[in-house]
């Protein structure tokens, strides 16, 4: 998938946002795929299964996660609800 992503998106690295939380048989750990002037194109989070210590399978996904989001959507149900109760005459 990397290898893909970096065919997709020449000149960009991926970056590792945060620590890697192992568990089980499975890791997890966010990433960013980032420009050569060091803006983010797109940021996500993967899961991998490990087998001893072996990687078997990655599954990934793009974009923020629902926990990461729930302030901008408070935010923006807060406002339609202001929204919603301005009076039209």
Do not use: C
Not at 34 to 40: E, I, Y
Not at 44 to 66: P, T
Request: hydrophobic share 45%; aromatic share 8%; charged share 25%.
């Amino acid at each position: 998938m990397a290898a893909a992503g970096q065919a997709q998106f020449p000149g960009h690295a991926f970056r590792r946002t945060g620590e890697i939380d192992a568990h089980h048989g499975f890791a997890r750990y966010s990433w960013e795929l980032v420009a050569a002037d060091g803006n983010v194109t797109i940021g996500g989070m993967d899961v991998a299964e490990l087998d001893a210590s072996r990687l078997r399978r990655v599954v990934g996904f793009f974009g923020a996660s629902s926990m990461e989001r729930l302030p901008t959507e408070i935010a923006m149900t807060e406002n339609m609800r202001r929204f919603k109760s301005i009076p039209v005459e």
